[in-house]
């Protein structure tokens, strides 16, 4: 799906442009346009990036081919930077990161991306409805808005991710199974995944608040640094995070360890109380002595020492702090 | 709750000054206003803020919204000041950290914050019991008041953690339970909510006492790094902290493989003793020379046996240093 | 083996050139001339560095002698490169790097290397065949296609690696075996292999991308920051794969405690329930009552009480959760 | 106690010198006054600090409050040094910092100190008996001398925490008990605590070797960077033995991992051979053929099979590694 | 023992010329002197460095006090370097360091040792026979040659531990007891110890390579890069070294572990497999009905639940994956 808008000088908000008119538009140096290539093929794409917008071949490979970590890149006719949404499943635990590529130019600002991204989604819809605003302040501050939205979505991410542990940890604690560990161990890896992305992505939002891109006013690096600081803030809830997986694992083992611990101990008192009376009616029952027993004194003494000796190991061990 | 202090370039006090007289005391130049926002709505404060103060949109959204890292921005009419105070449970060993947002202007000071803060409390009574001296010195000079007890408080809280850590380590030596193990994790959690809040905190520090701030006073540059200093004490306390912490998860770990290992040699050393003898018993017991014995002999041979191949079995595995 | 392509500076692209014409191709600064030395003995390349093409001796022993990490030198007569390639048995998990030394001069690329490095034999095909092209656009040119073939056989090595680890997690949570800790182990080794590489590989490529080279246009710089974009998703990638073997060999650790303990609780359970039905047989086996039994009573007792009391120690020790 | 030694310009070494006449002592721009303040109340000291040599009261306050870690401050009239003699109990591996305070000035030098500090003590009776020596190098030379002892001191501290690990790790080899544990903790925490000052310690002397410091000849920076040296040889030999006491740990959980291992074989074994031999007595026991045995065969076959069982099963598990 | 060899201006080598002579020789600015002080008392080396070569007390006294961690100073009238060479028991894995001290002047070189070092021997003999070629050009070259070659003896040493590193991986996974462990731990000190002299060391030629040095001839620094590439290099190594020992520590551990849990799982079966039966055998043998048996049909009941039983026991933990 390919969709524009477009804000011309005089103040006028379209929807659709048609390709054709792209390049007449775009000589309007006051207008904002703004182009969302949604899951299209790279080989529509291509033509349309290289000749009407006269992007660097090698700019557009970086944004047509996956697999990138967030950068900035600045080429003569546009600024590239790649960014990365995030979905997660809570129930699996399952985090997927979503690549955007975007083409920021002095009077347009192009999007695309191989999935659906809610943020922009919502920015689209808001920059419809509430006319002229959005697109009025320039692409600059179209981008500022694309990327507070697209960063505003990690943050319940981490939060999904934060209560998860918790969940993990009190199951940790109360009725660890290998399916707990298994869940750690997926909470591990989403966070991996997460940290992959951010900060390549905090260091994009830095030099987009500190260095001097042609298409970006001055004046709006205010606002990208406010996304930094987003940003550096979710740096910091990632590595808390990982360490408090790190910090389950370890209590996973510690757990176990302890509860194995208590089994054991439970073994070892049934066969401390149990091993000594066995034999000793083993003993008696040799019938050494003839049947029936010879004397009561024999049969007492048997009952007798069955219950004084498991009864004299058990408190001998504990004595002795075996137990 | 709204609470002002007003100390007037004639050098008198004054305090619950309305609002509808900020803007007049603000012209005097020479005075210094203490607005102290308590638990407010923001929107009750967000007009104030804006009207009164003129201080920049984004800082306001910046200090009504929660969540921040400790941080510091330079606004045209005001420097920000993002802090965190400290609160602990020992017994609980919960720490929860309060954020007081700052706005320091030529002649006024902004604290503003959504729980209590027992160092802000302090220092209000101290101010206005301890006639003209602290405001006299100028709104920077408050400021450093106020900074300095609120870290003064985060000393005791570590000091509570590290006689928590001591107390656990004891008991990790000595009676290691989930509950321990639940415990040292507890403490993991909190230092990691101090680190969180510290390092950034000292940063924002080290910038009062090395940058320019239109309001600051170079000549009290020296007090801010008095704090600086103070908080990289904390910080370094922090790590190590950090460090007994995993030690004391590490030792958990190995006193329960000990004690294992200790109820595993018991029951071996039990087993050792009965099996065989119990199968002695059970092999007489046979009759198979009928009943009674046979022979004395037999009758001896039985019972010596019953006490020389256990003690024999025991002596053999201690010897192999098996037990 | 010895191959050679030289395309002049009228554009004609010949193979083979014999030996003794180097030198005088050499003298033609319009054209290109490729040399790769495959397999050949240091003995016979020497010589020839040295004297036709006035490489530093230096540079030459670093060329002919194994085992560099990878780095770039600036000497007067030419850029020696040096890279690894890298190749890998995804069955058992081993993975060998292939050195391979470059010298870049104003006309000519030289390539060494000891064993046969598909990437070279990819570019030397796609060279010859596709006239003219390659080796037109100068040496340097030349070596950014050769540098961005090596690179990009990186990427299935490493996503090769990271399935591996896929299926080990999986086996570690399912039946983990010795077998399966010696391949996370043999994971690990390939992965610290990679990254012994990667590291300065990527370093190699920065300077080529940032720094002043004599025989390197400007403006083909943009390319080589490509290639070194291309090794720091890499690196990045390495990294995380080296955590996630972290996190596999911790989780082996885990899986292998919980499944001790379920062993535990299953021959806890067995004793608990046998033990004590154990000792009654042989209690009421000692006969002291006459046989056959003296009454109906006695033979109920005995055999309710081996119903109950197991049923009861372990309804018991359930209750006080120990099993 | 405060005790003083004076070295006038001419020449001529006095002690004792009272509190009155220091203000006119330290008019002789080439004489040097050293003043140690020994174990001496705060509220002594301050008014003679403050009033007499002129020093900064935040410098004060840093100098008599506890719990610094080492710092150097430049202030007008002096240089504020505080470092930390070491102190250690081989035994109970219990180590103490303690705390020395030092102002350097162009002619005198003031130590402070809560506990006596043994490198003090040498250098002042060596300073005494040496006549005219030490102190007529000036004060800057008389900072190197303290400071130089009072490093000298850490490095039988660390020698003996090196012998204290060497002996745990054996410990750990041969009887690792819960006190072994309790021991390496131990090593742990003092090493934690020498680091902690170490580490700061050495970053003052490297300003003192490299900075411009208004009281410090630049010629003798080079005896700073001497100190400055050894410092750093002992941050290499603290990481080296925390290195060494992580291992100790790690070989701690090892070896009872081991020992678990082994008594655990013996108890199988012992199992494996009486289970199945204490069944056939029961079974062979149960007369069901009558009494005595039936025939030799019988018995026979049973006492064949109480051997050959056992140790047929011993021999298969042998076989298939399980033992 | 005191060796000398000199070479004159005039390209003439001489052997074992006297103390008394060297101050003349030394005179002759284009000659070079080597003087090695191998295993020689420090009062009977420090008047001649002192007097004839001039060289700064500290210097000397750095040089003949043990315990360095390699460094270079740079004096008025030498270059102090000082270096550690390396030796190694491959059996014990006990490895030591040897320093080496040395000093560069305008026309000599010294070397000073406690122990014998291999790779000065080799450079005194090469010295010696290939006449006049390794002293003609000049003292810089000589300590290039020198550093060199105790550089070069590295690497061996670090093959001789990868090596055992690899046997000690072997035995981990085959059958490791605690003397393996042992081993494991060896690897790690020896490791631990060639670290903490290879980064310094490292640093020294970097420093030699990159920065001015009054007597060494600026065309001569790349022969150091030589040797500061193969320091990196072994760095390298060394570091992926000690992430094997930890590897192999941490699958020690794990092997362990496994194996506890094979013979926890054959213990649980033979008594999975007896306890029933035992108990049946002690039940039927109650003889509750009278002797011989009472009927055939009782014995056939209690043979075949003999056999279902403990089958079904089995096959049910089976089923529950219990085993």
Redo the contacts between chains.
Sequence with gaps: MIRTLYHNSKGSLTTDVPTTHWRTVLRDEGGVLWVDFAEEPPDKIEPLLRDIFNLHP?AID?ALVE???P?IDNWDTSVYIGVHAVEFEPDSLELRTREVDIFLGRNFLITHHRHPIPAIDRLWKNSQSNQHQRLARGADHLLYDLLDLVVADYMPVLDALDEALDRL?DET?AR???LT??KI?GA??AL??VR?IITPQREVLNRLARDDYPFIDPKDR??FR?VY?HL??LT?LTE?LR??VG?T????????????????????V??????????L?????????????GSNAL?IT?IVS?VVIPVG?FAW?RYRR??
């Design positions: 090698l970086d697999l990138h970590i950068k940890e604690f660890p199974t290998t560990l298994n161990f591990k890896r991996l995944r992959r205010v606002y406010d600081d550096v803030r910091d808390s360490d408090l910090g694992m370890d209590t996973y083992l510690s757990v176990i360890a302890n509860r194995t611990n208590d089994v054991m101990k439970l073994l070892t049934v066969s401390v109380l149990f091993m000594p009376i066995s034999f009616s083993g003993f008696f029952g040799m019938n050494f002595l003839g049947l029936p027993f049969l048997a069955m190991m061990f075996w137990l």
